[in-house]
């Protein structure tokens, strides 16, 4: 016996490299904005009293539910708040899959899934995507104890309309059906409005992505409000204050700026849809993306010798050494020049060979 | 059947109110301090680039634990860093105790140990106090699967010296023992030496009260680096990035600024040590207080009275409904001026009984 006995043992989630940007590096593996917050969130940087500092914050971070209520035309009693997507994610999994019958999600999704799930032990199976990388919603249709979808889905980059998510969620009444958007804003198609007619949904949304917040950590849910509630019930066990007084205030100041919202999100995907053609002129193929990434795989160079010959090129993207997916690179959109200089890179690799 | 039958169903803590603090309200309930943070935390919030925040910040906090090793003359693998100590010990139990076992600490004390214990499924006893609200060591002389004792205590603000709680670590080497130092700057013994001789120990703080930093969400862990280990696999499990970059940048320049941190806890003990003595004057007994706060019973008129009373002059002090300690009021030490208004406030009451 040792007191190491009682230690958890888990395989822990292995985030994208974060190096330091310093000089040239090219960051185009974490899905990260290339364009800075809104310079409303500047103002409110200014405008928060370090005094407030020594107080708690508010438990709920009310006045950022509040904002996100009005801004997406709901009552703030359906907003949940926490510390990024990841935390809101993983306290509906504990929260919303208590059951004993396997959570069902896509083999090809967001890799925190299964570990959420290992973590507090909680039974799910993986569902085949088809070979177009497409999720076949009469595979779901079997006993579950809820279902996960990442719409757009990632690191696939395809999004599916609203009405084949509303299929999912109608043929699953008895289950909670989440359905996460940190990429809907790059063109998807969000299910926001089916929350007016179903109970058992849960939207899911992130301000790293196209609020250029990675560093604020700040992401919410959506839902009816009883689903609410019982995350709000599991979040007061764990912490009462998970959203400091920083993440709120700049927050709630870049949800009021929706003109550099939308002007940022165009940027991108005019960037994005640019480079997809490039990339198909130097023989890749992108699937089709409706996020601020491509997941690009090349006619005869593997992916893994694209990545390791980027790296040396200081430009940093994604690959995962996983079934299925080891010879595609999911590529973050930056900057029209960081994207002349991946070109120009790959181009350069592509005739030398 | 319904969606709603596997939704984990939890008895969530309470948190103390939280009224905006406007006007003339005195806000002694949930121990905050009555200063602000460090002006070289002002100087923090001026230098961070608006620019960091579009980006991950660093998984681990790394510079917020590097200048806390640093200042604790530890190596920053022996220091975790979390959203509040909340967090921090919320993911110590998760991770230090998985075993069969029975998890012990005081039956009075800290009331989330219970909330973490029942949501993560842990089993636990709490041991009795003796009648002046001390730890008896020999009564954890049990078959355990984990220690906690808060250090000082809470709400009872006694605290016990370094040889005391080496007693009870060394009674279970085959036990993690968290000792939860919050309260820890204000005259308390801290047992930080004793990561030199112990591997089965956990010593938990807080940037909430001697920090001014309640706002913030900042707490951190020392032990030895298997453990702190273990705690981050469990903390890769649930969200990479936990600290957002303001989080991390400010509380390195409230690291750095001891002169001040020195300087706010004398002021806070000087005016703690004056408040009992006046309380006493006015019948009451205070517990000997080595923490932020006091623990204060009146010879005479019952604590929920005067907790009423002190509510509707707009002085908001810490009662718990409890069993035996629903005669106690937990008053937070607040500026001279907070404490003439509450001394003046209750000698008017008194008086006219």
Redesign the interface.
Known sequence: ????????Q??????GE?PV?TGDLI?LN?N??????SPK??DA?EA?P??????????TAAPLAEALAAYHGLRPEQVFVG??S??VL?TCF??????K?PVLFPDITYYFYD??A??YRIPYERIPLDENFRIVPDDYRKKN??IVIANPNAPTSIGEPMDFIEGIVKD?????VIVDEAYIDYGGETSLPLLQKY??LVIVRTF?KSR??????VGYAMADS??IE?L????????????????IA?GVASVQDEPYFREMIAKIVKTRDKTAERLASLGFTCLPSQANFLFATHETVPAQEIFTYLKTKNIYVRFFNKPRIDNYLRITIGTDEQMDRLIETLSGMLENR
């Open positions: 016996m040792s007191y190491f006995d009682n230690v958890r888990v395989t822990p989630y292995v985030p974060q940007v960051k974490t990260e904005n290339p364009y800075p917050p969130v500047k940087v928060l370090i005094d407030e500092m020594r107080l708690y914050p508010n438990t510390v990024g990841d935390d993983a504990l929260t919303f899959f208590a059951g019958d570990v959420w290992e973590l104890g809820g699953h009444p008895d289950s909670v109970k058992n790293s250029s917040f990675a560093g604020m950590r009883k689903l019982a709000n019930s599991v979040k007061f066990s764990i912490n009462s204050y998970t959203m400091n007084c920083t993440a700049y």
